[in-house]
């Protein structure tokens, strides 16, 4: 996968390149990415990216010259023609399902990450395919969406997680019908007097798979009510649920 960042902070992405599991995939060759920064592309002699905007009022905007000539070295680099996706506030909400079309489509992106008020509105009309936002929070820029676009997409690529991990296993995978995740525990096995659960001690793996799948529905139903109810869940997973319901009552009454 090839993914190029046109960002006035090309430094910040050492984040993704230098550390985790995005940096093994590049260290492996399963991700390109390299960084344009549109001060290189100035021609005045304050190397000016910024500019007052039309009509009044707070902020700059970042100019298009600099950024459409930064650009246009990212799309002469690219292996084949990229699709342009501008980050923004204003963009469509990333979720694990766009990570994963992005990811599988292997077709070459570039990354825009804005700073100040934005990118002159030209350049998206002219430039850019897709417009993404990663949720409804403000930033201080562009850079850390773009960053977690591409650690969500990286572990999509084939080898990218190690040995017998996988995306499929993850939350919000197809498998676990975008269920959360159910507790961890490791040794040992009594923690200041708090005990890991005694089922996982017991080495019955389909007791275990099914306090596990219990889990999962508990916690959804506690922390994302919002998940279950675009659910229609079978009958094991309503006797499940049911169970962990009771459960919590018993152990917490009033
Ligand atoms: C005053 C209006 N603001 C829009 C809500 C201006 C503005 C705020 C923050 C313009 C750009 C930014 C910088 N944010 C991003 O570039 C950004 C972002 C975000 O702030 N939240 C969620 N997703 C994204 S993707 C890019």
């Not at 562009?142 to 991990?165: C, F, K, S, Y």
């Not at 197809?174 to 005990?195: F, I, K």
Request: net charge negative; glycine share 8%; aromatic share 8%.
């Amino acid at each position: 996968m090839w993914c190029g960042v046109v960002t006035l902070f090309p430094q910040s992405f050492s984040a993704i390149q230098d550390y985790g599991i995005t940096a093994r995939a590049i260290k492996n060759g399963l991700l390109t990415l390299k960084t344009w920064d549109p001060r290189d592309f100035t021609v005045d002699n304050y190397a000016t990216v910024d500019d007052r905007p039309y009509g009044g009022g707070p902020g700059m905007v970042m100019m298009a010259q600099p950024l459409r000539d930064a650009l246009a070295a990212a799309k002469q680099a690219a292996p084949s023609r990229p699709r342009v996706v501008y980050v923004t506030p204003a963009g469509k909400r990333f979720d694990q399902q766009t990570a994963r079309k992005l990811a599988m489509n292997s077709e070459p992106l570039i990354f825009i990450a804005g700073r100040y008020e934005g990118i002159d509105h030209r350049v998206i009309e002219h430039d850019v395919d897709e417009q993404l936002s990663i949720g409804d929070y403000v930033l201080s820029g562009g850079e850390l969406a773009v960053m977690v676009i591409v650690d969500a997409l990286t572990r999509w690529l084939p080898g990218a997680l190690g040995h017998n991990q996988s995306a499929v296993n993850d939350a919000f995978s197809e498998e676990n019908l975008g269920l959360l995740d159910c507790p961890h525990y490791t040794r040992p096995a009594s923690l200041a007097g708090v005990d890991v659960p005694p089922v996982l001690l017991g080495g019955d793996h389909q007791l275990i798979a099914r306090w596990r799948k219990k889990q999962s529905l508990g916690q959804t139903w506690l922390h994302r009510p919002d998940i279950l109810q675009k659910l229609t869940l079978d009958e094991t997973c309503q006797k499940l649920l049911a169970e962990f319901q009771k459960e919590i009552v018993k152990e917490e009454p009033l």
